[in-house]
């Protein structure tokens, strides 16, 4: 897929957007975890989750561009808004502020999801 010939969202960012806060959620991510793993408050039900949706939001890149799995991608990061909630929900009772640093990524997800039905229905 060209990217750059689709028929762009309302509200789509410019490209270098995505770097900058991926880069700024991945940070939050480890933060939130590693306050965890010091606290030595993580536990199996913790693990599964943060790993499950680190895995997920890996493989949505290979199915919205690679694949072209525009409306499969779509489900596919529902599924990751639903780990990100449990992983919010699940840090937050053990770390408050584990919890809160993943708001953002979940906002971002939030964005991306509307993103990402909006480019299916564009194209």
Do not use: H
């Amino acid at each position: 897929m060209n990217y750059n010939n689709l028929e762009k969202p309302l509200l789509t960012p410019p490209s270098v957007v995505f770097s900058i806060v991926w880069t700024i959620l991945y940070i939050l991510m480890a933060i939130s975890y590693g306050r965890l793993k010091i606290k030595k408050l993580t536990d199996a039900k913790i693990n599964f989750i943060f790993f499950a949706q680190i895995v997920i939001n890996l493989l949505w890149p290979i199915f919205f561009f690679r694949l072209n799995w525009l409306l499969f991608a779509f489900f596919w990061i529902l599924l990751l808004i639903v780990f990100v909630v449990l992983m919010i929900i699940e840090f937050y009772k053990k770390d408050k502020l584990a919890g809160l640093l993943q708001i953002p990524y979940l906002l971002w997800i939030l964005f991306a999801a509307y993103l990402n039905l909006s480019f299916y229905i564009l194209n």
